[in-house]
DNA sequence: CTGTTAGCGCTTTCAC
DNA sequence: GTGAAAGCGCTAACAG
């Protein structure tokens, strides 16, 4: 194993202390008025030995290691690997590396996952919370540890989250279905207390409502731990109820419910006219493609790690911030009327 | 920001030594004939002050990090995201943690993400190696640093690789388009200089001459950068040679592929069979559904990330391993003559 | 059996 | 302008 390069070996070539070569490589080197020429020698023989800073040292002493966590329910799916992606590229952007963890919906592996990254020295956290965890993040927030909930969030409590408008968001499907003549337009979503899953049931309801078919609402739930059986039963449900129209709350939802439709060789949109949410290769190869909504993931994610860093940066500028994208209704096939 | 606790704080509460509580923490209370109600009581405190031990610390110390990098082309490309899936998995079970980072398949990318990983004190790369990177990966091994090539390798180089068998996977997916009355077979894929792409067609190339259908073989290459024009031009080539059949050498030539084709309005498989390498939605959603060769990826990612900690854990043990495992044809709609 | 001590590599006062 | 020295939190060798 080539021993690794450290400052003393600079220092030795370069004839100057340790502390100087430390400076210098700080790029601290004007502020303490290093001669140029001293400085320059450092640098050069710091690059002629390939010398790379020890992170465990750097982050012992400087308290913080430029790293930062990112938990999603399953990095497998590719909503959140697409998060993760431009999770990545911006974090890069500010010099910072990420790890990444899946929690499974599981709140108790979520709080498992955080402590851990945490006891890792990670500098702060980007969370796409499940149900059952409103309590674990509001104690990180309240340990003050750099937080932001990204896709879902918990109300009342004192941490910053970024999400889509999703009420809105329910809203504008939901009005979409009317508007193409659906009627009796059903909802299939997560039985989770999750802010994400009933604002889009609330624009739901508010869209029904305002057509005069609040009769007409009719909600089905799945569960996350048995997803192929649940959207089976659900899908069941809102064909007995005779809808002409679903929504699909979830990416996840709509993949598992579009496997049911497709053998059960439903002709859609005639008879069941459907919209999902976040798009995917599902939605594109599916026949006809399906319309959904989509969200702004890039800014979004972008927007999370930027507040991250903020945070992580400026411990005075920890307020929690609200920070709403609204979604883009992509119209397809799926949910036209002849 | 609440004070992190310590091993002096644990000391003071349970009126021990420092070392004593090390000891005792780090499971070493037996071997060192520490008291059991002394061990006890220090787990006692321990506990009660829920303590974390600070990684920096004992990183610099220990001189390892129980955490690996993950360098994949694209995190948010499923195929890579299930690798990550898996990876994680597996990592998590043998307590180590996951930095990811992708590479775009730029080489020069690659070697800044392996520096800066090894920069912040990863134990150990897995890496699905990109076009140019051959001289990198050779370096990393030869400096020792433990290293499992996943997906794709080099061969003649000193390091660990785990892959398909690619060759015999490429002649399988040839043989049973052949079997089911397809003559003019093209393949489409990368101009990579990669083994595995290398591999793929020499597997395509044995089947097609064994069959005595070597006048047939025709291949139109593609280049990742320019993905959607240079499909665009092989599917048009491959359309004007009167092909009968394709193979679409990867998942990402797969998705590009079919969206131009689904376009075209090409009847599948009547005008043209179609097959696949590694599955995902657009394949399941397809009409018809695509036929691909499956990797047995999870058993591959559990396979690279132990080799790696042997590695890790055992620097003796660090000689180079070459393991294949073979794919499986999953038959569906695609490639079959009515 | 338990405590003292010496670093791991780095940054940062604080003298000179 | 530059260097010596302390110390971040932890582990392990060595005394006692």
Redesign the pocket.
């Known amino acids: 194993m080539r021993k690794?390069v450290?400052?003393?070996d600079i220092?030795e070539q370069a004839?100057?202390?340790?502390?100087?070569?430390?400076?210098v490589?700080?790029d601290?080197a004007r502020k303490?008025?290093?001669?140029p020429e001293?400085?320059e020698k450092i640098r050069r023989v710091a690059k002629e030995l390939n010398?790379?800073?020890?992170a465990?040292?750097?982050s012992?002493?400087?308290?913080r290691s430029r790293t930062i966590g990112l938990i999603v329910s399953d990095i497998s799916n590719p909503f959140f690997s697409n998060i993760a992606r431009h999770v990545e590229r911006t974090a890069e952007k500010y010099g910072y590396a990420v790890h990444f963890s899946s929690s499974d919906e599981n709140a108790a592996k979520t709080a498992m996952l955080a402590e851990n990254m945490i006891s890792r020295g990670i500098d702060g956290i980007i969370v796409v919370p499940c149900e059952g965890s409103r309590d674990l993040i509001a104690d990180l927030a309240e340990r003050n540890i750099p937080l932001v909930q990204l896709d879902r969030f918990f109300p009342g409590i004192n941490a910053t989250h970024i999400c889509l408008n999703n009420r809105k968001a329910g809203y504008d499907v939901t009005r979409h279905l009317i508007e193409n003549g659906y009627r009796k337009i059903s909802m299939i979503n997560y039985s989770f207390d999750i802010q994400h899953a009933l604002d889009r049931n609330a624009g739901y309801e508010d869209a029904m409502n305002e057509a005069g078919l609040g009769k007409n609402i009719f909600k089905a739930t799945v569960t996350h731990g048995k997803m192929e059986e649940s959207c089976i039963a659900a899908i069941s449900k809102v064909i007995k109820a005779q809808s002409d129209a679903i929504i699909m709350s979830t990416n996840t939802i709509a993949i598992n419910c579009l496997k049911i439709l497709s053998d059960k060789k439903i002709r859609i949109p005639e008879e069941l006219a459907l919209v999902g949410f976040d798009g995917g290769d599902a939605f594109d190869f599916f026949t006809p493609e399906i319309t959904y909504i989509m969200q702004p993931l890039e800014a979004m994610a972008q927007k999370a790690v930027e507040i991250l860093i903020e945070q992580i940066e400026d411990s005075t500028n920890r307020f929690k911030q609200e920070i709403e994208y609204e979604g883009k209704l992509i119209e397809r096939g799926s949910s036209k009327k002849s």
């Open positions: 690794r450290l400052l003393k220092a004839n100057v202390s340790i502390s100087l070569v430390s400076i490589l700080n601290k303490n008025g290093v001669r001293v400085a010398y790379a800073p020890n465990a040292a750097k012992l002493r400087e308290g």
